[in-house]
């Protein structure tokens, strides 16, 4: 029985714990890794306030708030474009730097 604890028992995970640090310095980009961090809740039709309750709870603080949310979902369309502009621009690019080598 001389195992290594698994993840879940050791603690954080570096995608939560950077989540978390994220929303304690009130970094600028915290919404959107949230976004990316919990899409699975934001793809379903959830209230505000059931969403703001699940993830807090899923976090173990209370740092989401409504306004989070609110802000997360008027935003999520242009953040799935920007993404989609980008991987077709980086495969333009990749395309275009082997055709015409310096």
């Given at each position: 029985?001389?195992?290594?604890?698994?993840?879940?028992?050791?603690?954080?995970?570096?995608?939560?714990?950077?989540?978390?640090?994220?929303?304690?310095?009130?970094?600028?980009?915290?919404?959107?890794?949230?976004?990316?961090?919990?899409?699975?809740?934001?793809?379903e039709p959830y209230s505000v306030g059931y969403?703001?309750?699940?993830?807090?709870?899923?976090?173990?603080?209370?740092?989401?708030?409504?306004?989070?949310?609110?802000?997360?979902?008027?935003?999520?369309?242009?953040?799935?474009?920007?993404?989609?502009?980008?991987?077709?621009?980086?495969?333009?690019?990749?395309?275009?730097?082997?055709?015409?080598?310096?």
């Amino acid at each position: 029985m001389n195992q290594r604890p698994n993840q879940s028992t050791t603690g954080l995970s570096p995608a939560r714990a950077l989540l978390l640090t994220l929303y304690e310095r009130k970094d600028a980009k915290r919404r959107r890794f949230l976004y990316h961090y919990y899409r699975n809740f934001f793809e379903e039709p959830y209230s505000v306030g059931y969403l703001v309750e699940i993830i807090n709870r899923d976090l173990g603080k209370a740092l989401v708030t409504a306004r989070d949310i609110k802000y997360i979902r008027a935003n999520v369309y242009k953040w799935k474009q920007e993404g989609e502009i980008l991987s077709t621009k980086s495969q333009t690019d990749q395309r275009d730097g082997q055709s015409n080598p310096s």
